[in-house]
């Protein structure tokens, strides 16, 4: 049996999964009850987190300095208590979470890998670069999308699908969190010409 992947994103309406330079706050400052409630259910169910090296850097840097107000929510802690996978030729373990491993080689390769051998559903949340080359290798089985109702035009920062294939999208499963913020699940296919 192979393992289900999801790709797991926050996104401003424009496509933006940051804002910099600016006053935002995490979330864009809309998060809400719901939403954080649905994000520590999403991550009960046992899973193994895959990251790219620069995702990974950005949430253990984010983690250590402890001041944005989300690296207090719960779903966040929930999170790294799960096994990671660290997908890089850089890292060098042992890493700052509670059970990660750092895996050599090319993406594509080590998830293709993982799909065949992991007994739980692989999910990553962020890991832009690596995930686009995923879905371009037909490896991501859901695009998870929590699109803010931000529009983020001057100070948007690493855009989503910059560089990425075409995909078609077929739409799996859709919900309004607080009123507002829209939570879509996909499953993506290569665009065919």
């Not at 940051?18 to 998060?31: C, I, L, P, V």
């Not at 802690?77 to 660290?86: E, H, K, Q």
């Not at 890292?91 to 895996?103: H, I, K, N, S, Y």
């Not at 089985?141 to 077929?170: C, S």
């Amino acid at each position: 049996m192979t393992a289900t992947y999801t790709f797991d994103v926050f996104t401003s309406l424009d496509g933006f999964g940051a804002a910099s330079g600016s006053d935002w706050g995490g979330y864009w400052g809309k998060q809400g009850p719901e939403l954080l409630a649905h994000r520590l259910a999403a991550y009960e169910t046992p899973q193994r987190m895959v990251f790219g090296a620069t995702t990974y850097r950005a949430f253990a840097q984010m983690l250590a300095a402890g001041t944005d107000e989300t690296v207090r929510d719960a779903w966040v802690s929930r999170m790294r208590a799960l096994p990671a996978i660290v997908v890089s030729n850089s890292l060098q373990e042992p890493l700052d979470w509670a059970d990660a491993t750092v895996v050599k080689g090319d993406a594509v390769e080590v998830v293709a890998r993982l799909k065949e051998e992991s007994d739980v559903p692989l999910r990553s949340h962020g890991s832009l670069s690596m995930n686009r080359a995923l879905m371009a290798a037909g490896l991501v089985d859901r695009v998870q999308v929590t699109l803010f109702p931000v529009i983020t035009g001057r100070t948007g920062a690493d855009p989503i699908f910059a560089g990425a294939a075409d995909f078609d999208l077929d739409l799996l499963e859709t919900r309004t969190l607080d009123g507002h913020t829209q939570e879509l699940v996909y499953r993506p296919t290569l665009h065919k010409v």
